[in-house]
Protein backbone atom coordinates (compact mmCIF):
# COMPACT_ATOMS: atom_id res chain seq x y z
CA UNK A 1 0.00 0.00 0.00
CA UNK A 2 1.19 3.69 -0.45
CA UNK A 3 2.00 5.63 2.97
CA UNK A 4 2.35 9.53 2.79
CA UNK A 5 4.46 11.19 5.28
CA UNK A 6 4.17 14.82 5.69
CA UNK A 7 6.67 16.47 7.89
CA UNK A 8 7.39 19.62 9.52
CA UNK A 9 10.63 21.13 7.08
CA UNK A 10 13.02 20.76 9.64
CA UNK A 11 15.65 17.81 9.80
CA UNK A 12 14.59 17.17 13.55
CA UNK A 13 11.62 15.94 12.17
CA UNK A 14 12.51 14.04 9.12
CA UNK A 15 15.40 12.21 10.53
CA UNK A 16 13.42 10.31 13.00
CA UNK A 17 10.68 8.99 10.42
CA UNK A 18 13.25 7.12 8.52
CA UNK A 19 14.03 4.14 10.61
CA UNK A 20 10.07 3.28 9.88
CA UNK A 21 9.89 4.67 6.68
CA UNK A 22 12.87 2.18 5.43
CA UNK A 23 11.12 -0.34 7.60
CA UNK A 24 7.76 0.05 5.95
CA UNK A 25 9.23 -0.26 2.58
CA UNK A 26 11.39 -3.28 3.27
CA UNK A 27 7.91 -4.54 4.07
CA UNK A 28 6.54 -4.19 0.71
CA UNK A 29 4.60 -0.62 1.22
CA UNK A 30 5.42 2.74 -1.37
CA UNK A 31 6.43 5.25 1.28
CA UNK A 32 5.91 9.33 -0.36
CA UNK A 33 7.19 12.16 1.34
CA UNK A 34 4.79 15.53 1.08
CA UNK A 35 8.10 18.25 1.62
CA UNK A 36 9.00 21.22 0.79
CA UNK A 37 11.28 21.89 -2.25
CA UNK A 38 14.24 22.25 -0.44
CA UNK A 39 13.93 18.62 0.98
CA UNK A 40 12.89 16.70 -2.63
CA UNK A 41 16.98 15.92 -2.94
CA UNK A 42 17.53 14.62 0.69
CA UNK A 43 14.22 12.53 0.09
CA UNK A 44 15.30 11.29 -2.82
CA UNK A 45 18.39 10.43 -2.48
CA UNK A 46 17.04 7.65 0.44
CA UNK A 47 14.92 6.25 -2.49
CA UNK A 48 11.82 7.55 -1.38
CA UNK A 49 8.90 9.29 -3.43
CA UNK A 50 8.31 13.10 -3.38
CA UNK A 51 5.45 15.22 -3.18
CA UNK A 52 5.81 18.84 -3.36
CA UNK A 53 2.99 20.22 -0.93
CA UNK A 54 3.62 24.42 0.36
CA UNK A 55 5.36 25.80 -2.51
CA UNK A 56 4.61 29.03 -1.76
CA UNK A 57 4.85 29.33 1.41
CA UNK A 58 8.41 27.65 1.39
CA UNK A 59 9.90 28.43 -1.60
CA UNK A 60 12.94 26.66 -2.65
CA UNK A 61 16.20 28.20 -1.56
CA UNK A 62 13.86 29.63 1.22
CA UNK A 63 15.31 27.13 4.26
CA UNK A 64 18.69 26.48 2.74
CA UNK A 65 20.04 30.05 4.59
CA UNK A 66 19.21 31.17 8.63
CA UNK A 67 16.00 31.93 8.77
CA UNK A 68 14.38 34.86 10.56
CA UNK A 69 12.01 34.04 13.56
CA UNK A 70 10.35 37.39 14.29
CA UNK A 71 7.21 38.30 14.78
CA UNK A 72 6.38 39.63 11.40
CA UNK A 73 8.12 36.78 9.79
CA UNK A 74 6.15 34.55 11.54
CA UNK A 75 2.62 36.44 10.59
CA UNK A 76 3.60 36.24 7.17
CA UNK A 77 4.55 32.37 7.04
CA UNK A 78 1.03 32.31 8.64
CA UNK A 79 -0.15 34.49 6.19
CA UNK A 80 1.03 32.44 3.25
CA UNK A 81 -0.31 29.28 4.88
CA UNK A 82 -3.61 30.57 5.04
CA UNK A 83 -3.62 31.70 1.05
CA UNK A 84 -2.39 28.22 0.09
CA UNK A 85 -4.98 26.42 2.25
CA UNK A 86 -7.69 28.40 1.32
CA UNK A 87 -6.79 27.87 -2.16
CA UNK A 88 -7.53 23.99 -1.90
CA UNK A 89 -3.51 22.88 -2.96
CA UNK A 90 -2.81 21.28 -0.12
CA UNK A 91 -6.26 18.80 -1.12
CA UNK A 92 -5.17 18.60 -5.00
CA UNK A 93 -1.67 17.39 -3.62
CA UNK A 94 -2.97 14.86 -1.61
CA UNK A 95 -5.13 13.92 -4.62
CA UNK A 96 -2.24 13.40 -6.63
CA UNK A 97 -0.26 11.40 -3.82
CA UNK A 98 -3.50 9.05 -3.46
CA UNK A 99 -2.16 7.54 -0.44
CA UNK A 100 -3.81 4.38 1.68
CA UNK A 101 -2.70 6.40 4.83
CA UNK A 102 -0.90 9.19 5.51
CA UNK A 103 1.25 10.11 8.55
CA UNK A 104 1.08 13.72 9.39
CA UNK A 105 3.54 15.29 11.64
CA UNK A 106 1.76 15.86 15.12
CA UNK A 107 2.42 19.76 14.81
CA UNK A 108 0.95 19.56 10.98
CA UNK A 109 -2.42 19.95 12.19
CA UNK A 110 -2.91 21.35 8.64
CA UNK A 111 -2.77 18.20 6.66
CA UNK A 112 -4.35 15.66 9.30
CA UNK A 113 -7.54 17.85 8.81
CA UNK A 114 -7.00 18.11 4.96
CA UNK A 115 -6.42 14.35 5.17
CA UNK A 116 -9.92 14.14 7.05
CA UNK A 117 -11.76 16.37 4.34
CA UNK A 118 -10.87 13.99 1.68
CA UNK A 119 -11.75 10.84 3.73
CA UNK A 120 -7.84 9.33 3.99
CA UNK A 121 -6.86 7.11 7.24
CA UNK A 122 -4.59 9.88 8.92
CA UNK A 123 -2.07 8.90 12.20
CA UNK A 124 -0.38 11.43 14.00
CA UNK A 125 3.56 11.32 13.56
CA UNK A 126 5.21 12.73 16.61
CA UNK A 127 8.74 13.44 16.08
CA UNK A 128 8.96 14.51 20.12
CA UNK A 129 7.40 13.01 23.42
CA UNK A 130 3.56 12.89 23.87
CA UNK A 131 2.52 16.56 23.61
CA UNK A 132 -0.94 16.18 25.61
CA UNK A 133 -1.99 16.68 29.10
CA UNK A 134 -2.07 14.21 31.57
CA UNK A 135 -2.16 14.41 35.64
CA UNK A 136 0.83 15.75 36.80
CA UNK A 137 2.58 16.18 33.64
CA UNK A 138 3.39 19.84 32.83
CA UNK A 139 3.74 20.98 29.44
CA UNK A 140 6.30 19.67 27.30
CA UNK A 141 7.08 23.43 26.84
CA UNK A 142 7.60 23.21 31.00
CA UNK A 143 10.90 22.73 32.77
CA UNK A 144 8.95 21.52 35.87
CA UNK A 145 9.23 18.37 37.14
CA UNK A 146 6.47 14.98 37.48
CA UNK A 147 4.91 15.50 40.85
CA UNK A 148 2.03 13.68 41.78
CA UNK A 149 1.54 15.27 44.98
CA UNK A 150 -1.43 17.48 45.55
CA UNK A 151 0.74 20.92 45.15
CA UNK A 152 2.43 19.16 42.42
CA UNK A 153 -0.71 18.55 40.61
CA UNK A 154 -1.54 22.15 41.01
CA UNK A 155 1.70 23.56 39.83
CA UNK A 156 1.19 21.14 36.17
CA UNK A 157 -2.22 22.62 36.27
CA UNK A 158 -1.24 26.27 36.95
CA UNK A 159 1.01 25.43 33.62
CA UNK A 160 -1.49 24.40 31.41
CA UNK A 161 -3.83 27.21 32.26
CA UNK A 162 -1.14 30.01 31.76
CA UNK A 163 -0.31 28.15 28.19
CA UNK A 164 -4.07 27.90 27.35
CA UNK A 165 -4.64 31.64 28.36
CA UNK A 166 -1.91 32.77 25.89
CA UNK A 167 -3.95 31.16 23.26
CA UNK A 168 -6.87 32.81 23.60
CA UNK A 169 -6.33 36.45 22.77
CA UNK A 170 -8.50 37.10 19.84
CA UNK A 171 -5.33 38.19 17.76
CA UNK A 172 -3.37 35.32 18.47
CA UNK A 173 -2.08 32.75 16.28
CA UNK A 174 -3.45 29.59 18.03
CA UNK A 175 -7.21 31.69 18.00
CA UNK A 176 -6.90 32.76 14.63
CA UNK A 177 -5.51 29.25 13.44
CA UNK A 178 -8.14 27.23 15.34
CA UNK A 179 -10.88 29.37 13.43
CA UNK A 180 -9.44 29.20 9.95
CA UNK A 181 -8.98 25.56 10.48
CA UNK A 182 -12.68 24.78 11.77
CA UNK A 183 -13.60 27.27 9.31
CA UNK A 184 -11.63 25.42 6.06
CA UNK A 185 -12.67 21.77 6.85
CA UNK A 186 -15.57 22.27 8.90
CA UNK A 187 -14.23 19.90 11.72
CA UNK A 188 -15.84 19.91 14.92
CA UNK A 189 -14.99 22.38 17.84
CA UNK A 190 -15.45 20.05 20.25
CA UNK A 191 -13.25 17.34 19.15
CA UNK A 192 -10.25 19.60 18.87
CA UNK A 193 -8.18 19.65 21.98
CA UNK A 194 -6.44 22.67 23.23
CA UNK A 195 -4.46 21.39 25.66
CA UNK A 196 -1.22 20.82 23.37
CA UNK A 197 2.13 21.92 24.65
CA UNK A 198 2.87 23.13 20.85
CA UNK A 199 0.11 22.58 18.87
CA UNK A 200 -3.87 21.39 19.10
CA UNK A 201 -4.63 18.10 20.08
CA UNK A 202 -6.52 15.71 17.53
CA UNK A 203 -6.68 13.31 19.68
CA UNK A 204 -9.36 10.96 18.07
CA UNK A 205 -6.37 10.30 15.65
CA UNK A 206 -3.96 7.72 16.38
CA UNK A 207 -0.93 8.43 17.64
CA UNK A 208 2.92 6.90 16.45
CA UNK A 209 6.02 8.57 19.03
CA UNK A 210 9.23 7.82 17.87
CA UNK A 211 11.08 7.43 20.80
CA UNK A 212 11.29 5.91 23.90
CA UNK A 213 8.04 5.70 26.84
CA UNK A 214 10.77 5.53 29.52
CA UNK A 215 11.94 8.76 28.75
CA UNK A 216 8.45 10.28 29.60
CA UNK A 217 7.06 11.43 32.68
CA UNK A 218 5.02 8.85 33.95
CA UNK A 219 1.82 8.92 31.78
CA UNK A 220 -1.47 6.86 31.82
CA UNK A 221 -1.62 3.88 28.96
CA UNK A 222 -3.69 4.87 25.66
CA UNK A 223 -4.59 1.79 23.22
CA UNK A 224 -4.04 4.86 20.75
CA UNK A 225 -0.90 6.08 21.40
CA UNK A 226 2.07 3.43 20.25
CA UNK A 227 6.05 3.94 20.97
CA UNK A 228 7.90 2.98 17.70
CA UNK A 229 11.27 3.19 15.87
CA UNK A 230 13.10 6.03 14.98
CA UNK A 231 17.37 5.89 14.94
CA UNK A 232 18.76 6.42 11.72
CA UNK A 233 21.74 4.29 12.70
CA UNK A 234 23.21 3.18 9.29
CA UNK A 235 23.71 7.13 8.31
CA UNK A 236 26.69 7.91 6.03
CA UNK A 237 28.86 9.84 8.32
CA UNK A 238 30.85 12.95 7.44
CA UNK A 239 34.51 12.96 7.54
CA UNK A 240 36.77 13.10 10.30
CA UNK A 241 40.07 13.42 11.58
CA UNK A 242 40.21 10.74 13.76
CA UNK A 243 43.86 11.10 14.64
CA UNK A 244 43.26 14.12 16.23
CA UNK A 245 41.98 12.00 19.46
CA UNK A 246 44.86 11.01 21.85
CA UNK A 247 42.94 8.75 24.20
CA UNK A 248 41.75 11.51 26.42
CA UNK A 249 38.15 10.85 27.92
CA UNK A 250 36.10 12.11 25.33
CA UNK A 251 33.39 14.97 25.57
CA UNK A 252 30.86 15.39 22.53
CA UNK A 253 29.19 18.64 22.25
CA UNK A 254 26.34 18.68 19.61
CA UNK A 255 25.53 21.66 18.07
CA UNK A 256 21.44 20.19 17.11
CA UNK A 257 19.90 19.85 13.82
CA UNK A 258 18.32 23.82 14.01
CA UNK A 259 21.30 25.74 12.97
CA UNK A 260 19.37 28.98 12.25
CA UNK A 261 18.95 29.32 15.70
CA UNK A 262 22.59 30.15 16.06
CA UNK A 263 22.79 32.70 18.84
CA UNK A 264 21.66 29.34 21.41
CA UNK A 265 24.15 26.59 19.71
CA UNK A 266 26.85 29.24 19.91
CA UNK A 267 26.27 30.25 23.75
CA UNK A 268 26.55 26.30 24.57
CA UNK A 269 29.99 26.44 22.27
CA UNK A 270 31.40 29.16 23.72
CA UNK A 271 30.38 27.51 27.02
CA UNK A 272 32.10 23.90 25.78
CA UNK A 273 35.30 26.24 25.32
CA UNK A 274 35.45 27.61 29.01
CA UNK A 275 34.72 23.96 30.31
CA UNK A 276 37.50 22.61 28.18
CA UNK A 277 40.16 24.84 29.00
CA UNK A 278 38.79 23.79 33.20
CA UNK A 279 39.61 20.32 32.25
CA UNK A 280 42.86 19.68 30.24
CA UNK A 281 42.50 16.08 31.24
CA UNK A 282 39.65 15.21 28.41
CA UNK A 283 39.48 16.18 25.09
CA UNK A 284 35.95 17.63 23.21
CA UNK A 285 34.74 17.77 19.98
CA UNK A 286 32.28 20.24 19.38
CA UNK A 287 29.87 20.17 16.29
CA UNK A 288 29.19 24.19 15.88
CA UNK A 289 27.88 26.52 13.32
CA UNK A 290 30.41 28.67 11.19
CA UNK A 291 32.06 30.84 13.33
CA UNK A 292 32.36 28.62 16.78
CA UNK A 293 31.94 30.27 19.76
CA UNK A 294 32.79 33.90 19.10
CA UNK A 295 35.25 35.18 20.96
CA UNK A 296 35.70 32.58 23.76
CA UNK A 297 39.61 31.13 22.91
CA UNK A 298 39.82 27.84 21.87
CA UNK A 299 41.81 25.57 23.89
CA UNK A 300 44.13 22.84 23.02
CA UNK A 301 42.33 20.01 23.98
CA UNK A 302 38.86 21.32 21.97
CA UNK A 303 38.18 20.25 18.37
CA UNK A 304 35.33 22.33 17.00
CA UNK A 305 34.13 20.98 13.65
CA UNK A 306 31.05 22.61 11.34
CA UNK A 307 29.43 18.55 10.98
CA UNK A 308 30.57 15.98 13.07
CA UNK A 309 30.05 12.06 12.71
CA UNK A 310 27.72 12.51 15.66
CA UNK A 311 27.17 8.79 16.17
CA UNK A 312 30.51 7.47 16.20
CA UNK A 313 31.49 10.30 18.19
CA UNK A 314 28.75 9.45 20.45
CA UNK A 315 30.08 6.51 20.86
CA UNK A 316 33.73 7.11 21.58
CA UNK A 317 32.41 9.49 24.62
CA UNK A 318 31.76 9.36 28.04
CA UNK A 319 29.41 12.18 28.67
CA UNK A 320 27.54 13.75 25.98
CA UNK A 321 27.27 17.87 26.17
CA UNK A 322 23.89 19.26 24.66
CA UNK A 323 20.43 20.95 24.42
CA UNK A 324 18.44 18.39 25.15
CA UNK A 325 17.19 18.26 21.67
CA UNK A 326 15.33 14.47 21.57
CA UNK A 327 17.57 13.22 18.41
CA UNK A 328 20.47 13.83 20.37
CA UNK A 329 19.04 12.06 23.81
CA UNK A 330 18.22 9.33 22.03
CA UNK A 331 21.34 8.47 20.64
CA UNK A 332 22.82 9.45 23.48
CA UNK A 333 21.37 6.72 25.84
CA UNK A 334 21.45 4.37 22.71
CA UNK A 335 25.11 4.04 23.05
CA UNK A 336 24.81 4.32 27.05
CA UNK A 337 25.91 7.63 27.49
CA UNK A 338 24.75 10.00 30.19
CA UNK A 339 24.35 13.77 29.20
CA UNK A 340 24.68 17.68 30.40
CA UNK A 341 21.70 19.39 28.91
CA UNK A 342 21.39 23.03 28.88
CA UNK A 343 17.76 23.08 27.46
CA UNK A 344 16.88 25.92 24.88
CA UNK A 345 13.21 26.43 23.72
CA UNK A 346 10.50 23.80 22.44
CA UNK A 347 10.52 20.38 23.85
CA UNK A 348 13.97 21.12 25.36
CA UNK A 349 12.97 22.07 28.81
CA UNK A 350 10.65 19.44 28.98
CA UNK A 351 13.20 16.96 27.92
CA UNK A 352 15.61 18.27 30.41
CA UNK A 353 12.78 17.57 33.23
CA UNK A 354 12.98 14.20 32.12
CA UNK A 355 16.54 13.80 32.32
CA UNK A 356 16.28 15.20 35.80
CA UNK A 357 13.36 12.56 37.10
CA UNK A 358 15.18 9.49 35.27
CA UNK A 359 18.28 10.20 36.68
CA UNK A 360 20.05 10.43 33.29
CA UNK A 361 22.35 12.88 33.77
CA UNK A 362 22.40 16.60 34.56
CA UNK A 363 20.19 19.80 33.54
CA UNK A 364 20.69 23.57 34.12
CA UNK A 365 19.54 26.26 32.95
CA UNK A 366 21.04 28.38 30.62
CA UNK A 367 20.18 31.46 32.44
CA UNK A 368 22.27 30.78 35.71
CA UNK A 369 24.95 27.84 34.77
CA UNK A 370 28.26 27.97 35.53
CA UNK A 371 31.50 26.39 34.15
CA UNK A 372 32.08 24.86 37.61
CA UNK A 373 28.52 23.30 37.12
CA UNK A 374 29.50 21.48 34.19
CA UNK A 375 33.01 20.41 35.00
CA UNK A 376 31.38 18.96 38.29
CA UNK A 377 28.64 17.30 36.13
CA UNK A 378 30.92 15.78 33.65
CA UNK A 379 33.83 14.42 36.10
CA UNK A 380 30.49 12.82 38.22
CA UNK A 381 28.86 11.18 35.28
CA UNK A 382 31.39 9.59 33.91
CA UNK A 383 31.67 7.11 36.87
CA UNK A 384 28.40 7.39 38.25
CA UNK A 385 27.25 3.62 38.12
CA UNK A 386 23.68 4.83 39.39
CA UNK A 387 23.28 6.84 36.27
CA UNK A 388 24.57 4.38 33.88
CA UNK A 389 22.09 1.82 35.11
CA UNK A 390 19.12 4.49 34.52
CA UNK A 391 20.70 5.09 30.94
CA UNK A 392 20.95 1.17 30.36
CA UNK A 393 17.43 0.82 31.28
CA UNK A 394 16.23 3.69 28.93
CA UNK A 395 18.68 1.79 25.95
CA UNK A 396 16.91 -1.31 26.10
CA UNK A 397 13.60 0.29 24.93
CA UNK A 398 15.87 1.93 22.66
CA UNK A 399 17.32 -1.36 21.23
CA UNK A 400 14.03 -3.13 21.44
CA UNK A 401 12.35 -0.69 19.64
CA UNK A 402 14.95 -0.48 16.32
CA UNK A 403 14.62 -4.39 16.35
CA UNK A 404 11.01 -5.57 16.86
CA UNK A 405 9.46 -2.37 14.64
CA UNK A 406 6.38 -1.95 16.42
CA UNK A 407 5.60 1.21 14.27
CA UNK A 408 5.84 -0.95 11.27
CA UNK A 409 4.09 -3.56 12.57
CA UNK A 410 1.09 -1.44 13.66
CA UNK A 411 0.65 0.11 10.91
CA UNK A 412 0.58 -3.04 8.92
CA UNK A 413 -2.43 -4.15 11.24
CA UNK A 414 -3.89 -1.16 11.19
CA UNK A 415 -4.38 -1.08 7.32
CA UNK A 416 -5.06 -4.45 7.03
CA UNK A 417 -8.10 -3.71 10.07
CA UNK A 418 -9.25 -1.26 7.06
CA UNK A 419 -7.17 1.73 8.68
CA UNK A 420 -10.14 3.77 10.71
Not at 177 to 196: F, M, T
Not at 242 to 269: C, F, K, M, N
Not at 321 to 327: C, F, M, P, W
Not at 357 to 364: E, Q
Request: net charge negative; with cysteine; charged share 20%.
Amino acid sequence: MKIALGMLPELGHLVPTLSLAKNLRAAGHEVVYLGVADFEGWVLERGFGFVPVFDTVFPRGSLTANRAETAEALAARFAAYGEYLQSGALESRLREASPDLVLADALNDFLMLSAWSLGLPCVRLSTSLPQGWAPGVPPLSSPLPYDASPEGLARSEGAWEALLASRTGQGSYHAIKLASLVHRYGYPLERIDRRGSFEMELAELPEIVLGPSRLDFPRPPSDRRIYAESLWLDRPEVPFSWEALDGRPLVYVGGGSQAHRRRETLAIGALAAEVAAAMPDHQFVTAMPEGGPGETARPSNLIEVRFAPQLALIERSCVVLGHAGLGSLKESFYYGKPVVVIPGRFDQPGNAARVRHHGLGAAFEASSVTVADVVEALRRLSSDAAVQANVAFVREELVTLEREQPGRRWIDAYLASGAR
